[in-house]
């Protein structure tokens, strides 16, 4: 864990050109070192100078590609440029729009830095998830994200419906050591606007419409049996008792004040992300939002510890493969049940 870079200096210093980076998806790939994935052999490979991103078995010839079943497969761009995106956007509070990546690692064309930024988001969800409110009590509501509704009169036009779920933690409970700090110091930076809880995990997910057949099986996927939650008192919850939750619902009925009492948290969040999509991307279309949302889960639910959701990104980079350009534009119309990769993320 000492290594991961808390600078930007040290960033540059850590992954300077293609053999560090390669040395780097090495070193993730086979942290014991190099097993050959043809005949098995064990020990140092060949490394080709004039490709870095290629190890060649010793004993039997066989050559492996690191890029390989990476979002990075295939790839014309640099190793360090794909290295810089995948620090950016997880260590930058705001993350970062595919223009600004654009300019400031000089790449040519607008739609490759959206690309891999796209590609950067399918790492961070894994097949799997683990449900969240085993300890903490869970705030579920839902909200409508994006669109304009300018010059088409009243209604929400193009807004897409997403339903949030987050943990919500006594303050003095919330942050577990840094995985980032070799003596376990505490992070200095609290956040939580003051107040005497703090949002644990998150999740975001796109919905169809806010009818019981649709919320419950988000929840079921979601939240944890027995877990404590709370959500406004729209009808679709209803039966959230008898599936085994304990449930409190409390009709807000819009009211600015009582929401802030009963479910204070999931609005702070869905204010964050409106925020975040309009100042960061201003705006997303529907197509793409369950990406953004995948993206804003995972730096949320890391941010004491930034640099431990780099690494992440590059972890699971070298074990989900990425979808092909035409599978992802297909895919995000369609992706149901991401999740963000499995960190230890505010533990108490
Ligand atoms: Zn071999």
């Not at 640099?78 to 997880?90: D, G, K, Q, R, S």
């Not at 933690?169 to 606007?193: E, M, V, Y």
């Not at 948290?265 to 369950?290: C, E, K, R, Y």
């Amino acid at each position: 864990m000492s290594n991961y870079p808390r600078t930007l200096l040290e960033f540059q210093h850590l992954f300077p050109d293609e053999v560090a980076c390669a040395h780097h998806l090495e070193r993730i790939r086979w942290p014991e070192g190099f097993e050959c994935p043809s005949c098995s052999q064990v020990g140092e490979p060949w490394r080709l100078q004039v490709r870095p991103r290629v190890l060649e078995c010793r004993q039997c010839g066989y050559q492996v590609s690191l890029t390989a079943g990476t979002v990075m497969h295939r790839t014309r761009q640099p190793l360090p440029i794909w290295f810089w995106a995948a620090y950016l956007v997880t260590t930058q509070t705001p993350g970062m729009s595919a223009l600004q990546f654009q300019r400031q690692l000089g790449i040519k064309r607008y739609e490759t830095a959206f690309l891999m930024l796209h590609k950067l988001r399918a790492a961070m969800v894994r097949p799997e998830r683990d449900r969240i409110g085993a300890e903490w009590p869970v705030e579920i509501d839902e909200t409508y994200v994006g669109g304009a509704t300018q010059g088409e009169g009243r209604g929400r036009h193009h807004k897409t419906l997403v339903v949030g779920m987050v943990e919500v933690l006594p303050r003095k409970k919330a942050l577990g050591p840094d995985p980032n700090l070799p003596s376990g110091q505490r992070p200095q930076h609290r956040g939580g606007h003051g107040r005497s809880f703090i949002a644990g995990r998150l999740r975001l997910q796109t919905i169809p419409n806010r009818k019981q057949e649709t919320l419950e099986p988000m929840v079921l996927a979601n939240v944890q049996k027995k877990a404590e939650v709370r959500t406004d008192g729209w009808t679709g919850y209803d039966n959230l008792h008898n599936l085994g939750y304990n449930h409190t619902a409390v009709p807000v009925r819009g009211d600015q004040a009582k929401t802030a009492q009963h479910l204070p948290m999931i609005h702070i969040v869905f204010g964050n992300l409106d925020a975040w999509l309009l100042g960061t991307h201003h705006g997303v279309s529907p197509a793409h939002l369950q990406g953004y949302l995948n993206e804003f889960v995972f730096r949320f639910n890391r941010r004491f510890w930034p640099m431990v959701g780099f690494d992440s990104v590059l972890k699971i980079a070298a074990q989900v493969e990425s979808p092909t350009n035409r599978d992802f534009y297909k895919n995000a119309q369609t992706s149901s049940n991401p999740v963000e990769p499995d960190e230890p993320v505010l533990t108490g």
